[in-house]
């Protein structure tokens, strides 16, 4: 059976390269539970006992008789896509961590199914964890997690329900073809629609790039108006690797201070710590950054196969900005950004996710953004999480850590998600351009704490 590739999850199979990866992935952390010394291994062996469901069976077939398509496949490898690590003993979370961004470095095998996973041993302090990662060709942030907290329990029962990769999604409703003339009118209704949008974007983004290049200070949603920045230099196959966890509802109660969201605050304090991080190492940038932020486009129930997502292009605060200054601009330009994007319809929004990823990847493929505006400086995600606590087979969930894609010369990305009363937070960087992500991590935990003291003073 094939299914053809739409065109959105088609640009993240043409976009990838070896050092541009377009896999997405997350890292779950648990707790052993008293006297299950051989619990990671009976997870292991239940995983290897399930078998994937679409999408996690496809094989993309890019070239050969026909458009695009995925191939259902019935053969797959457990011990190649379950895999069983330990850490040696004496490790560190450090070690963990460094491991994970191996892992997370080489390109999935298009000749296999999408996805891998690993159950890996041995995490300091009575710990494991499970790296997992699939190709975005499939699965979106949103969809993903899902997913994945769909394959854990709400009770501390021994139990393993089926992983991401085994779950099946609902029958699909009968398929009748319809009439050649409908076909017809569908076909060149979608064609006017696409081409309405694309000029849309096209007359936008010029506008928007001869103010770039004028120097007019620009609102809205802006991609392509990017000066480059450390993170923006040739990515390389090497990744670094870190999380952060900060306080869920404390950081509510911080932005409803300062009028501002969640994520205005988490922008905010990634923003802060990256310009702190880069004037530590020597590198400062004097310069706003532009942050690409994913939007989903899936309403609550929507779990079909594929990516749903558009994308807002937001400037965020001037390099000498206080912490309680740089929050206040990053609420404008993402309410500037929210109108603009809000503006589209959800045909059109797609359409500018795939004419952006399209052109971002063109520049990095002939070396063109190294010598013009890139799409942006690094990406801020935010993926919906769970407020009830989770387990696998009696494993308490501590923790659930996106590590997510670099590509087109965007060398750091950061993907946050909400679990119980705490939010994560997932720092993937390239290597040859932020070499220590756990450094990152740290200066924006202390912005964190800086934005804290501000909320406290206001509050005075």
């Known amino acids: 059976m094939s299914n053809a590739i739409a065109p959105l999850d088609l640009s993240w199979l043409l976009l990838e390269t070896p050092a541009g990866t377009t896999h997405v992935g997350a890292m779950l952390l648990f707790e052993k539970?008293?006297?299950?010394?051989?619990?990671?291994?009976?997870?292991?062996?239940a995983y290897r006992a399930q078998r994937p469901a679409p999408p996690f069976n496809y094989v993309p077939e890019l070239i050969g008789a026909g458009a695009p398509h995925f191939r259902e496949v019935d053969d797959w490898d457990p011990h190649y896509h379950v895999a069983h690590l330990a850490l040696p003993p004496g490790s560190s979370y450090d070690d963990l961590l460094r491991l994970v961004a191996d892992l997370h470095e080489p390109m999935l095998d298009r000749d296999r199914p999408l996805f891998r996973c690993w159950v890996i041993d041995g995490v300091p302090g009575g710990r494991f964890a499970i790296y997992t990662k699939t190709h975005h060709s499939i699965i979106d942030g949103v969809s993903g997690l899902k997913k994945l907290?769909?394959?854990?329990?709400?009770?501390?029962?021994?139990?393993?329900?089926?992983?991401?990769?085994?779950?099946?999604?609902?029958?699909?409703?009968?398929?009748?073809?319809?009439?050649?003339?409908?076909?017809?009118?569908?076909?060149?209704?979608?064609?006017?629609?696409?081409?309405?949008?694309?000029n849309q974007i096209s007359f936008g983004a010029l506008r928007k790039g001869l103010g770039a290049a004028l120097g007019s200070h620009l609102e809205g949603s802006l991609p392509f108006v990017a000066r480059h920045s450390p993170t923006n230099v040739p990515l390389k196959q090497a990744r670094?690797?870190?999380?952060?966890?900060?306080?869920?509802?404390?950081?509510?109660?911080?932005?409803?201070?300062?009028?501002?969201?969640?994520?205005?605050?988490?922008?905010?304090?990634?923003?802060?710590?990256?310009?702190?991080?880069?004037?530590?190492?020597?590198?400062?940038?004097?310069?706003?950054?532009?942050?690409?932020?994913?939007?989903?486009?899936?309403?609550?129930?929507d779990g079909a196969i594929g990516t749903r997502v558009s994308a807002m292009f937001v400037r965020l605060g001037s390099p000498g900005a206080d912490i309680s200054e740089r929050l206040q601009q990053v609420v404008h330009s993402v309410a500037a950004a929210k109108k603009e994007l809000g503006a589209m319809?959800?045909?059109?929004?797609?359409?500018?996710?795939?004419?952006?990823?399209?052109?971002?990847?063109?520049?990095?493929?002939?070396?063109?953004?190294?010598?013009?505006?890139?799409?942006?400086?690094?990406?801020?995600?935010?993926?919906?999480?769970?407020?009830?606590?989770?387990?696998?087979?009696?494993?308490?969930?501590?923790?659930?850590?996106?590590?997510?894609?670099?590509?087109?010369?965007?060398?750091?990305?950061?993907?946050?998600?909400?679990?119980?009363?705490?939010?994560?937070?997932?720092?993937?960087s390239n290597a040859a351009a932020i070499d220590d992500a756990r450094a990152l991590a740290e200066h924006t935990r202390q912005a964190y704490a800086d934005l804290k003291a501000a909320a406290k003073e206001t509050a005075s």
């Open 345 to 428: 319809s959800p045909d059109t929004a797609m359409t500018y996710a795939v004419a952006l990823i399209a052109l971002a990847g063109a520049a990095a493929t002939t070396h063109l953004d190294r010598i013009g505006r890139p799409a942006c400086n690094l990406v801020i995600s935010n993926v919906p999480g769970a407020r009830e606590p989770r387990y696998l087979s009696g494993a308490p969930l501590v923790g659930i850590f996106p590590v997510s894609a670099l590509a087109a010369a965007i060398g750091l990305n950061v993907t946050l998600s909400s679990y119980r009363d705490h939010m994560d937070f997932g720092f993937v």
């Open 149 to 198: 907290y769909d394959g854990l329990s709400l009770t501390d029962e021994p139990t393993v329900l089926p992983p991401a990769f085994a779950q099946t999604g609902p029958p699909a409703p009968p398929h009748k073809p319809p009439p050649v003339l409908r076909r017809l009118t569908d076909t060149l209704r979608g064609v006017i629609t696409q081409v309405g949008a694309i």
């Open 33 to 45: 539970p008293a006297g299950r010394r051989t619990i990671v291994r009976e997870i292991v062996a």
């Open 240 to 301: 670094s690797f870190a999380t952060v966890s900060l306080p869920l509802e404390e950081m509510h109660q911080i932005g409803h201070r300062f009028g501002a969201t969640l994520n205005d605050v988490a922008a905010t304090v990634i923003d802060h710590g990256l310009h702190s991080y880069l004037r530590e190492r020597g590198g400062d940038y004097g310069h706003e950054f532009i942050a690409m932020v994913p939007v989903s486009l899936r309403g609550e129930d």
